[in-house]
């Protein structure tokens, strides 16, 4: 079981900002499906979600105890790449011209509780990523390198 306290606040809230990511992308997913919204090849698609919701979950729980190589994985995989895919059709959408007013206007239900999820999806993930950098957070992956370094050597020393 984890120390709590060892786990300073940035990181304990990186964790619960990551949690909130993945639970708006399971529920975004989860709305889409059950909407009739997801087309042809909906169960690829969910595959692929499942695979990278699994794989963030695995990737926050050590990044939670310290590991870097998850920390950085989040920041590239899901900091950059994951909110790319979040953000880049409603940029482009924008950029050519699209009205938010109207689509607020035209949108059903389903429609706003999407956009809503998708609102708190992105911050989740910027707040995340902003709070896994923060001084503290920085010590404390520091820290853990090297108490793993010094449990390595004393290993080898028996």
């Known amino acids: 079981m984890e120390n709590i306290e060892r786990i300073p606040a940035p990181v304990r809230r990186a964790r619960t900002m990551w ?8 529920f975004e997913t989860v709305l889409v499906v059950a909407s ?4 042809a090849g909906a169960a690829a698609g969910v595959a692929v979600r499942v695979a990278v919701f699994a794989a963030a979950a695995l ?12 920390r950085v994985a989040l920041a590239v995989g899901l900091g950059v790449f994951g909110l790319l895919s979040l953000v880049a059709d409603p940029l482009l ?45 920085n010590r404390y992956f520091r820290t853990r390198r090297a108490a793993r370094r010094r449990e390595t050597v004393g290993t080898y020393a028996r």
């Open 19 to 26: 949690a909130v990511a993945i639970g708006a992308g399971i």
């Open 36 to 39: 009739g919204q997801a087309g």
């Open 59 to 70: 990737a926050v729980a050590q990044m939670t105890a310290g590991r870097q190589w998850a």
């Open 93 to 137: 959408w924008l950029a050519e011209g699209g009205s938010p007013l109207a689509v607020i206007r035209e949108s059903g239900p389903v429609d706003l509780l999407f956009g809503a999820s998708r609102a708190v999806h992105v911050t989740a993930v910027l707040a995340a990523c902003a709070l896994m950098f923060q001084p503290a957070a």
